[in-house]
């Protein structure tokens, strides 16, 4: 399977617990980001990232959120001490990353969904 | 602050008939559209896209419309087929950011 792998598909976690989403991106893609879709919204832009660097959080909450991306294995994003309002599908997408700043096709991946019980 | 709208939630046409799915921005610094299929409990799934420097593009049954000046996009799908039933999302970019619309739900009916 050469797309962009998450896991896991399904997260239950309590409140409080720390959860772990996983993305491999597509073969020979360098570029991370990740997504979050709240119920009947769309998606919204996190973080980006490259090998070993956060490019843009912009849209990453200030407080228990935190991603990577290191040199071997996946891009994680991590969510510390979650609530119930962080129950959503995270996605996360790559692309070749031909440069920065420049536009290119992004591939997602199936997403994770959380549900914070 | 939603720079990428999709004003109608959810659009029904019938099979044979053109689907006509519509996107509005605001910010003119975008360079490159992209419109994503999303089924449910699956990851979008990318179907066709434009650069600024074009106004339109083709790929088999799906063409994408850019008219910067009124900073409207638009997926025209011909003829739509039961298969294309999902939502559609439209996604504007300037450098690797995306700024996605909040998606029109297209059902389309035998």
């Known amino acids: 399977n050469a797309g962009v792998m998450q896991n896991p598909r399904h997260l239950v976690r309590r409140r409080g617990q720390e959860a772990r989403l996983r993305c491999s991106p597509m073969?020979?893609?360098?570029?991370v980001y990740w997504y979050r879709q709240l119920p009947e919204e769309g998606l919204k832009f996190m973080v980006y990232?490259?090998?070993?660097?956060?490019?843009?959080e912009s849209g990453m909450p200030k407080e228990r959120f935190s991603a990577e991306f290191p040199k071997e294995g996946p891009s994680i994003l991590r969510i510390q001490q979650v609530v119930r309002g962080d129950s959503a599908a995270y996605f996360c997408?790559?692309?070749?990353?031909?440069?920065?700043?420049?536009?290119?096709?992004?591939?997602f991946g199936p997403g994770t969904r959380l549900l914070v019980l | 602050d939603q720079q990428v709208k999709q004003n109608s939630p959810s659009l029904s046409v019938q099979e044979g008939r053109i689907s006509i799915l519509n996107c509005d921005y605001t910010?003119?610094?975008?360079?490159?559209f992209l419109w994503y299929k999303k089924y449910p409990a699956e990851g979008p799934t990318f179907l066709i896209s434009?650069?600024?420097?074009?106004d339109k593009n083709e790929d088999g049954r799906f063409t994408v419309f850019l008219n910067k000046s009124a900073k409207h996009l638009s997926l025209h799908i011909v003829p739509s087929q039961p298969g294309d039933s999902a939502v559609y999302f439209c996604?504007?970019?300037?450098?690797?950011?995306?700024?996605f619309g909040t998606g029109t739900s297209l059902t389309v009916i035998p």
């Open positions: 997408a790559s692309s070749p990353g031909v440069g920065a700043g420049v536009s290119e096709t992004q591939y």
């Open positions: 073969k020979g893609h360098s570029h």
């Open positions: 990232l490259q090998k070993e660097n956060i490019i843009d």
């Open positions: 910010n003119s610094m975008f360079d490159y």
């Open positions: 434009i650069s600024s420097i074009k």
């Open positions: 996604a504007a970019s300037t450098g690797n950011q995306f700024y």
